[in-house]
């Protein structure tokens, strides 16, 4: 098997001792059989719980067939992390459509989201979840708890660890929530347990909480690359660090550019490298990009069962003339596909050879036959361009491990995402770096992308920001970034810069700029008196 995070030694029976009501929105005490003393009374029991704390963000509430509800009324569609992300994040954008008419999906394309979207409500209550459950594994974690338990020596120290990132975890879903909410109810270790409705905090506010716990536990993570695979290390939290910057002035108000460069150059100075072939980097043995690959999601085909994740992308991208085998695959979906406009980011194909169409720069991982770039109606699979990025195949070929679940992981960081980070900070005036060097980061990009060939290298004055913004859409697309790229950019919803079915026209148009920020959800707003909603909704 190749996994090891922690062996994901989950269990049903590990219970927080403090968790979110969905029905009062209040802080709880469980009444369950197996109490937090037992979960946490062995040095065992702590890496159960940290196990749970990571697999939260690869496993659903729901392992029944798709489509079917779980115990709170929602399926895998709506409570799988990554997959609710992607939605978020993706859909909206010039990058995807989606011929499905599940209840909130078309609005998010379509940029006529309402408060009550039942995909933002499953990634809004999906990130408090994870923060709740990495509240309670902190608090069970203070040297006072653990020495209570006779837990000392090494097993003291792992804890020690599995505490910081446990910090880090919650730190990256705030900014999650930063990011597509501005504004969600606050809760850490320090909020008491009883009948506490959770105060709201501000987008301001968060960011500089985000900011400030990252740096606090900087030293106390384990070093770049020397951690166990899958779990975070010093190299993760300045890549956030890093991302949190170069969007700080959408946050703040305030640009941090030079901070986003600091960052940066601590994560490319800690030795990661790009890996030789852009093609490998979803794949089923993508566990072994450890040279750049920064932090993953992890999934298992035989172990990680649900229609979340990247079974989600493996399955979802694939229909009409695409053959399953070649994904990996038992049978696709027949559901995400992108528009003209990340088509035209690259150079034209010359075939329809797969998986680069002939296509020079081979990030061009697209299906062409039987589909069409014009998309008039899209609830048609065969309208639009397929994406072939994902596929539950090693890089020698073989099939994953399971034909209906993705042994795909889902890298969140990777050292190009910090590269274009740089250059981007640098161009808008950080200090701390060069114009030069961010070039040579941006060819070493691009020279990969062109099979190790310099035919697609820029020169310094094609390095500019629109450059830029067209790079990361080559580079980062379907990962997970639009959204928030063009908000920063200030295109997101501006007429000026439209797309197919923006807005919900064919042809594209502007859009209110309230919706660069999602609604705070109806139903949270219902029980907890203390939110108040965002503008314009």
């Given at each position: 098997?190749?996994?090891?995070?922690?062996?994901i030694?989950?269990t049903?029976?590990?219970?927080?001792?403090?968790?979110?009501?969905?029905?009062?929105?209040k802080?709880?005490?469980?009444?369950?059989?197996?109490?937090s003393?037992?979960?946490?009374?062995?040095?065992?029991?702590?890496?159960?719980?940290m196990?749970?704390?990571?697999?939260?963000?690869?496993?659903?509430?729901?392992?029944?067939?798709?489509?079917s509800?779980?115990?709170?009324?929602?399926?895998?569609?709506?409570?799988?992390?990554?997959?609710?992300l992607?939605?978020a994040?993706?859909?909206?954008t010039?990058e995807?459509v989606?011929?499905?008419?599940?209840?909130?999906?078309?609005d998010?394309?379509?940029m006529?989201?309402?408060?009550s979207?039942?995909?933002?409500l499953?990634?809004?209550?999906?990130?408090?979840y994870?923060?709740?459950?990495?509240?309670e594994?902190?608090?069970?974690?203070?040297?006072?708890?653990?020495?209570?338990?006779?837990?000392?020596?090494?097993?003291?120290?792992?804890?020690?660890q599995y505490a910081?990132?446990?910090?880090?975890?919650?730190?990256?879903?705030?900014?999650?929530?930063m990011d597509?909410?501005?504004?969600?109810?606050?809760?850490?270790?320090?909020?008491?347990?009883g009948?506490?409705?959770?105060?709201?905090?501000?987008?301001?506010a968060?960011?500089?909480?985000?900011?400030s716990?990252?740096?606090?536990?900087?030293?106390?993570?384990?070093?770049?690359m020397?951690n166990?695979?899958?779990?975070?290390d010093?190299?993760?939290?300045?890549t956030?660090?890093?991302?949190?910057?170069l969007?700080?002035q959408?946050?703040?108000g305030?640009?941090r550019?030079?901070d986003?460069?600091?960052?940066?150059?601590?994560?490319?100075?800690?030795?990661?490298?790009?890996i030789?072939?852009?093609?490998n980097l979803f794949l089923?043995?993508?566990?072994?990009?450890?040279?750049?690959?920064?932090?993953?999601i992890e999934?298992?085909?035989?172990?990680?069962?649900?229609y979340?994740g990247?079974?989600?992308?493996?399955?979802?991208?694939v229909?009409?003339?695409?053959?399953?085998?070649?994904?990996?695959?038992?049978?696709g979906?027949?559901?995400?596909?992108?528009?003209?406009?990340?088509?035209?980011?690259f150079?034209?194909?010359?075939?329809?050879?797969?998986?680069?169409?002939?296509?020079p720069?081979?990030?061009?991982?697209?299906w062409?036959?039987?589909?069409s770039?014009?998309?008039?109606?899209?609830?048609?699979?065969?309208?639009?361009?397929?994406v072939?990025?994902?596929?539950?195949?090693?890089?020698?070929g073989?099939?994953g491990?399971?034909?209906?679940?993705?042994?795909?992981?889902?890298?969140?960081?990777?050292?190009?995402?910090?590269?274009?980070t740089?250059?981007?900070?640098?161009?808008?005036?950080?200090?701390?770096?060069?114009?030069?060097q961010a070039?040579t980061?941006?060819?070493?990009?691009?020279?990969?992308?062109?099979?190790?060939?310099t035919?697609?290298?820029?020169?310094?004055?094609?390095?500019?920001?629109?450059?830029i913004?067209?790079?990361?859409?080559?580079?980062l697309?379907?990962?997970?970034?639009?959204?928030?790229?063009?908000?920063?950019?200030?295109?997101?919803?501006?007429?000026?810069y439209?797309w197919?079915?923006?807005?919900?026209v064919?042809?594209?148009?502007g859009?209110?700029?309230?919706?660069?920020?999602?609604p705070i959800?109806?139903?949270?707003?219902?029980?907890n008196?203390?939110?108040?909603?965002?503008?314009g909704?």
């Amino acid at each position: 098997m190749k996994k090891n995070l922690i062996k994901i030694t989950l269990t049903i029976g590990i219970v927080t001792s403090a968790l979110m009501s969905c029905d009062k929105n209040k802080i709880l005490t469980p009444n369950y059989e197996v109490t937090s003393q037992q979960v946490y009374s062995t040095a065992l029991g702590y890496t159960q719980a940290m196990a749970k704390v990571y697999g939260a963000f690869a496993l659903t509430g729901n392992q029944g067939p798709a489509g079917s509800p779980d115990i709170a009324g929602i399926d895998e569609g709506t409570s799988d992390f990554f997959r609710l992300l992607w939605y978020a994040q993706e859909l909206p954008t010039d990058e995807a459509v989606i011929a499905w008419g599940d209840p909130g999906v078309p609005d998010l394309h379509q940029m006529s989201w309402s408060s009550s979207n039942v995909i933002l409500l499953g990634v809004y209550e999906r990130c408090m979840y994870q923060i709740t459950l990495a509240n309670e594994f902190i608090i069970q974690s203070t040297p006072a708890m653990v020495a209570s338990r006779h837990i000392t020596g090494t097993a003291a120290t792992t804890i020690a660890q599995y505490a910081a990132e446990a910090r880090f975890l919650r730190a990256y879903q705030y900014s999650v929530l930063m990011d597509l909410f501005a504004k969600p109810p606050f809760v850490t270790e320090t909020t008491p347990i009883g009948s506490v409705i959770p105060p709201q905090t501000t987008r301001t506010a968060l960011f500089s909480y985000v900011e400030s716990e990252l740096k606090a536990i900087d030293p106390l993570m384990v070093a770049p690359m020397k951690n166990q695979y899958g779990r975070a290390d010093e190299a993760a939290v300045w890549t956030l660090l890093s991302r949190i910057y170069l969007n700080a002035q959408v946050y703040t108000g305030t640009a941090r550019w030079t901070d986003a460069i600091t960052y940066a150059n601590k994560v490319i100075n800690a030795g990661y490298s790009l890996i030789p072939n852009y093609d490998n980097l979803f794949l089923a043995d993508n566990n072994l990009n450890t040279s750049e690959n920064i932090f993953s999601i992890e999934y298992d085909g035989n172990n990680i069962q649900g229609y979340g994740g990247t079974t989600f992308m493996t399955h979802a991208q694939v229909g009409g003339t695409m053959p399953s085998t070649s994904f990996g695959i038992a049978g696709g979906w027949a559901g995400i596909r992108t528009t003209s406009a990340l088509i035209n980011l690259f150079p034209a194909n010359t075939s329809t050879t797969f998986p680069n169409n002939g296509n020079p720069d081979t990030r061009a991982e697209f299906w062409t036959q039987g589909q069409s770039v014009a998309i008039s109606d899209v609830t048609n699979f065969a309208q639009g361009i397929a994406v072939t990025k994902w596929r539950n195949v090693t890089s020698t070929g073989a099939p994953g491990s399971n034909l209906n679940y993705s042994d795909v992981d889902e890298p969140i960081m990777r050292l190009p995402e910090v590269y274009l980070t740089y250059a981007e900070a640098v161009l808008n005036g950080g200090t701390g770096g060069s114009a030069t060097q961010a070039l040579t980061y941006i060819n070493n990009i691009r020279t990969r992308a062109y099979a190790g060939s310099t035919a697609g290298n820029i020169v310094a004055g094609q390095l500019t920001l629109p450059f830029i913004l067209a790079e990361r859409g080559r580079e980062l697309y379907w990962e997970g970034f639009r959204r928030t790229d063009l908000i920063r950019f200030g295109l997101f919803t501006s007429a000026s810069y439209v797309w197919p079915f923006k807005g919900g026209v064919a042809g594209g148009t502007g859009v209110p700029a309230y919706l660069n920020i999602y609604p705070i959800p109806d139903q949270d707003r219902a029980v907890n008196p203390n939110l108040t909603q965002n503008p314009g909704y």
